[in-house]
T-cell receptor, first 112, second 113 residues
Framework: GQQLNQSPQSMFIQEGEDVSMNCTSS?????WLWYKQEPGEGPVLLIA?????ELTSNGRLTAQFGITRKDSFLNISASIPSDVGIYFC????????????FGAGTILRVKS | GAGVSQTPSNKVTEKGKYVELRCDPI?????LYWYRQSLGQGPEFLIY????????DSGLPNDRFFAVRPEGSVSTLKIQRTERGDSAVYLC???????????FGPGTRLTVL
């Protein structure tokens, strides 16, 4: 089945630093999504990407849809304590309908 | 407005028992999804409803798992003869469009002793 490899598994960074995480897949996707999950909550959508090569920003977050359609990255600039959480990438392929395939997540901790 | 709600928030049961988990989607959302999230993992797709019918149930792990959405709104995920391996957070999401419009509920944490 489809699998997403997300890295790094966890990060412990200093407040103010930039963060980068990525996802790769052996399969192509039509849509890449990035979510953030906090304890006791469901994932919340941060950024959605629809076209190969697309670069999209949402405040301090920037994400790109890889040219091969098999990868995506998320950057967070000037991290702040409230960025703490688990970040998930997710892919969607039209042939499989609207269901999402998720990576295992990147745990982000910020030291202030 | 109200988001997706799930009840109960926590459920502890014994091996072999039957459980029902409920999802109330955002009003007017036609699509509803169930995912399962094990500790340290991302959500894993179980089943997707469009209206009242299950459009894709390919993620249900076995026939102990069943879900219904009789009136196209509230959905119930039913697990028979629970096993310890069923312990996880069960997430529900609803949508009124494409994959980028799935809004997740807070989940039900199921613990099977």
């Amino acid at each position: 089945g489809q699998q997403l490899n997300q890295s790094p598994q966890s990060m412990f960074i200093q407040e103010g630093e930039d963060v980068s995480m990525n996802c790769t897949s052996s399969s192509i996707f039509n849509t890449w999504l990035w979510y953030k999950q906090e304890p006791g909550e469901g994932p919340v959508l941060l950024i959605a990407l629809y076209k190969a090569g697309e670069l999209t920003s949402n405040g301090r977050l920037t994400a790109q849809f890889g040219i091969t359609r098999k990868d995506s990255f998320l950057n967070i600039s000037a991290s702040i304590p409230s960025d703490v959480g688990i970040y998930f990438c997710a892919g969607q392929l039209w042939e499989y309908g609207n269901k999402l395939v998720f990576g295992a997540g990147t745990i982000l901790r910020v030291k202030s | 407005g109200a988001g997706v709600s799930q009840t109960p928030s926590n459920k502890v049961t014994e091996k072999g028992k039957y459980v029902e988990l409920r999802c109330d989607p955002i009003s007017g959302h036609t699509a509803l999804y169930w995912y399962r999230q094990s500790l340290g993992q991302g959500p894993e797709f179980l089943i997707y409803f469009q209206g009242t019918g299950a459009a894709d149930d390919s993620g249900l792990p076995n026939d102990r798992f069943f879900a219904v959405r009789p009136e196209g709104s509230v959905s119930t995920l039913k697990i028979q003869r629970t096993e310890r391996g069923d312990s996880a957070v069960y997430l529900c999401a609803s949508s009124n469009g494409g994959p980028d419009t799935q809004y997740f509920g807070p989940g039900t944490r199921l613990t099977v002793l």
